[in-house]
């Protein structure tokens, strides 16, 4: 730290301290320069050329559950939960699972569409997704 006296025009000097920062540039400068430029990249070894296409379109499921609760199979009302739980465990028992598409109503109480996700995990379908969410945005 430097400082400096100046000379006023009165009786007593003005002390005037300024930082030196030439050491402190100095400094900033040397480690610029010493620390090396750390590349920051992840080794892939991906495949090469294009994915074969599907050799048949995948079987869609669609369950609805409307406004009351009420749960659709493919259009249909189903009478009961029993109802639903036991075609979810035919569809989990095949080899190519179908794809379940779970469409609830803007107006259905959550637990109504969680109970049937429950069932759906419960029983061993892997292939769940909830599709017409456009509906949900303001």
Do not use: C
């Not at 930082?19 to 610029?32: E, F």
């Not at 009420?70 to 036991?86: K, S």
């Amino acid at each position: 730290m430097g400082m400096n006296l100046g000379s006023g025009g009165s009786g007593e000097p003005e002390v005037m301290m300024d930082m030196n920062t030439t050491p402190l540039i100095d400094v900033m400068l040397v480690l610029i320069i010493t620390i090396p430029v750390q590349l920051h990249s992840v080794n892939l070894s991906m495949p090469a050329g294009n994915p074969p296409p599907p050799t048949k379109e995948p079987v869609v499921v669609t369950i609805d559950v409307d406004f009351d609760g009420t749960v659709l199979w493919n259009g249909e009302a189903l009478a009961d939960r029993n109802v639903l739980e036991a075609k979810l465990r035919q569809a989990a028992a095949v080899a190519d699972q179908p794809e379940v598409h779970l469409r609830p109503n803007k107006l259905v109480e959550y637990k109504s569409v969680a109970a049937v996700m429950a069932s759906a995990q419960r029983l061993g379908i892997t292939k769940l997704g909830i599709v017409g969410n456009e509906q949900f945005v303001k």
